[in-house]
């Protein structure tokens, strides 16, 4: 079992940033890629951005390219998630999750945080 917190939400204005945080415990936090996903109010939840085991590869949705950073800090088992240049459309609860092999669907990871809520005002 991985347990997962996040941590680093909250209101921001349009613009700004803030850098998520997600705590793993449990197995080896070096073996599991990593990556962050979020739910607006009656959407689907969604890919954001994932990265792999080793932190050499990473992966982004068109929509938060180039604004969206997502990188690992393993002697932390802690992965972390800065977003600069927020819109109004981020606001969403953002969701850690880890899986074995690096995906970008919901369904490829096996170990889900609570969620951590991220409101960005216009």
């Given at each position: 079992?991985?347990?997962?917190?996040?941590?680093?939400?909250?209101?921001?204005?349009?613009?700004?940033?803030?850098?998520?945080?997600?705590?793993?415990?449990?197995?080896t936090?070096?073996?599991?890629a990593?990556?962050?996903?979020?739910?607006?109010?009656?959407?689907?939840?969604?890919?954001?951005?994932?990265?792999?085991?080793?932190?050499?590869?990473?992966?982004?949705?068109?929509?938060?390219?180039?604004?969206?950073?997502?990188s690992?800090?393993?002697?932390?088992?802690?992965?972390?998630?800065?977003?600069?240049?927020?819109?109004?459309?981020?606001?969403?609860?953002?969701?850690?999750?880890?899986?074995?092999?690096?995906?970008?669907?919901?369904?490829?990871?096996?170990?889900?945080?609570?969620?951590?809520q991220?409101?960005?005002?216009?």
């Open positions: 079992q991985v347990q997962l917190v996040e941590s680093g939400g909250g209101l921001v204005q349009a613009g700004g940033s803030l850098r998520l945080s997600c705590a793993a415990s449990g197995r936090f070096s073996n599991y990593m990556a962050w996903f979020r739910q607006a109010p009656g959407k689907e939840r969604e890919f954001v951005a994932a990265i792999n085991w080793s932190g050499g590869s990473t992966y982004y949705a068109d929509s938060v390219k180039g604004r969206f950073t997502i690992r800090d393993d002697a932390k088992n802690t992965v972390y998630l800065q977003m600069n240049g927020l819109k109004p459309e981020d606001t969403a609860v953002y969701y850690c999750a880890a899986t074995v092999r690096v995906g970008v669907v919901a369904y490829e990871y096996d170990y889900w945080g609570q969620g951590t991220v409101t960005v005002s216009s």
